[in-house]
């Protein structure tokens, strides 16, 4: 693709203003000429061939365009009777330097706003600038357009004509042409027909395939007098003004981002806002980069004028905050879980006449393979370990739910709910002592081995990437404790959870329905001693549960241990009780803040289930494990089935209440 650029004529209209130099080089705002604009925009574009047609001051033309320093081939061709003759001359001039090239053709006074030129330079067709929404003008250029093609070129037509201006997209068999036409027209010998515009030629060509380019009300204006120059520079500094927002939250770049970037940098200032760690954790996995360096990563792309933190899903706050007169998007998000925060963004822009541009969707497929392999590293001991500390320090409080197979733990995986603009889905998992030994069919008195829960969580990891806690009941012997804390640590689970108990151990949920015996403080003591001092990594968490309220021991000794335990070393404090009414609870988290601010706390709610997680986070809870609600209500609907079954001789009746086939097989990915 090569330019052709019309700067013979002699501008007198401008009076003053052309004097010393071609209208070509008047300025049009700081630093910049129609010229300045026209040549840097072609260069930005990837065009390096140009042929510029010159006239009066053709050497101030020449050494401004060196001056310029911009990477492009410029060809000066002087039109000797620039004075005697119109454009069509000056082409048929340049003719030798023209002919079977695709070109862009623009006159030499003509100023156009970015976007007008990409959809000139990505037209597929061979095009002409007009405008549907600019009244007709007296004395200015009008195409008349038939079937979206353009007929006819000139001042003199009103009917199916509308608003043109001289900047094209000519392919080569239409360029042509044209050309071929203005040649015969510069060669018929007739004065009048050197003097007329290049545009009488065209309208003599047969089967004419030039389509009509709607610039609307954008800015696409030559300047033929001062009043112009006033009018186009206002508009200049209107459109350089103009704002734009767009949204990422990635961590690693494609070339699809770079792409959107660039084209919503062309539209105005570019801001993005970057997702909070937050924000991305709770639709996406956890960013493998922290929100300040996924900044960095941003501000440093040509572009970008500046990057803000987005902190939700909701673009709300940041539309209300900037105003932007564009928000720039793929068109992705026009279906699925990204639709409520598309609808919210159209109707905040109508609020106050933003526009939203979406442009087409594009992945990659090496941007597809290092995000599986950023899932996969996730997965990996090392990754996934540490997660569960950075995530309650990100979030302030976090929450796990049961699994106790690879099944469970795909649904605690991949399990999100859209809600209010966000997205919501658990952070980690919980591999319940009563779970584990539910599905195994045995009760939960420690009676499940070692060997067979690590075989769960072997089974859950496999499949999974969220960080792990592990239910070790009382930890057992203090001697076996440490070689169970250095396997879970290998295996990657983040956290264990002791309970302060000794001798045969019975769910809590009994309470003192069955016999239970307490751990003595100093004994249990020493076994979070053990254990931290026989973990290898800083990330490893020991938390010590405290089994007071459950065994009505009251709250002055929960709070005793509480902080006997932090003294020896855990990481975590996790509070039990059975009753429905959340008070002793809160009374034992607010005690516990009195004089401890940071040690995370654990709660279970399976008897307090009304409390939200919300109201526990202003209360000082950490980490709320929902433990046993996937068993709970796996285990019903199997026994219904199988009774239906039963009942029926049958399994018909019972096909309203299974998943549909092809959705279990959905629910295993394929690697
Ligand atoms: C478990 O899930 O195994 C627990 C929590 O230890 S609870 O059942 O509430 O004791
Ligand atoms: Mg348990």
Known sequence: MEAL??????GSRMGVLTREHPKCMTEIGARETILSRQLRMLAEAGITEVVMTTGAFDTVLVNYCNSLELPLHITFVKNPVYDKTNYIYSIYCAREYLKDKDIILMHGDLVFENTVFDDVLSSETSCMTVSSTLPLPEKDFKAVIADGKVQKVGIEFFNDAMAAQPLYKLLKEDWNKWLDAIIAYCESGEEAKRKCYAENALNGTADKNIFALDFEDRLC??????????????????????????????????????????KAARLGRLTVGVLSDEAVCSYKRFPLLPFSERKVMFENINGVYRVVEQKELSYRENLEKYRPDYVVHGDDWREGFQKPIRDEVTSILASYGGQLVEFPYSTDSKYKELEKRARADMS???????????AIAMKGLISAIEAHSGLTGLIAENTVVYQDGGARQFDAMWISSLCDSTAKGKPDIELVDMTSRFRTIDDIMEVTTKPVIFDGDTGGLTEHF??????????????????????????????NEVKQTQASIPDFCEKIKAGKKAQKTTDFMICARIESLILEQGMEDALERAFAFVGAGADAIMIHSRKKDPAEIFEFVEKFRENDSTTPLVVVPTSFNTVTEEEFRDRGVNVVIYANQLTRTGFPAMQNAARMILEHHRA?????????????IRLIPEE
């Open 5 to 10: 650029i019309l700067n013979s004529g002699l």
């Open 221 to 262: 204006a030559e300047i033929d007098d001062p009043e112009d120059l006033a009018v186009v520079s206002s508009r200049l500094r209107e459109i350089e003004e103009r704002s734009v927002y767009m949204c990422f939250s990635a961590d690693m770049i494609h070339s699809g981002h770079i792409a959107i970037i660039k």
């Open 380 to 390: 990996l001991p090392y990754m996934r370990r540490a997660r569960l500390r950075k």
């Open 482 to 511: 440490v070689y169970t804390v250095r396997t879970l640590e290998r295996m990657g689970v983040s956290m264990v959870i002791i309970e302060d108990k000794t001798g045969l151990k019975k769910n809590s949920l009994f309470g």
């Open 652 to 664: 018909k009746e019972c096909d309203d209440i299974c998943m549909p086939f092809k959705d279990i």
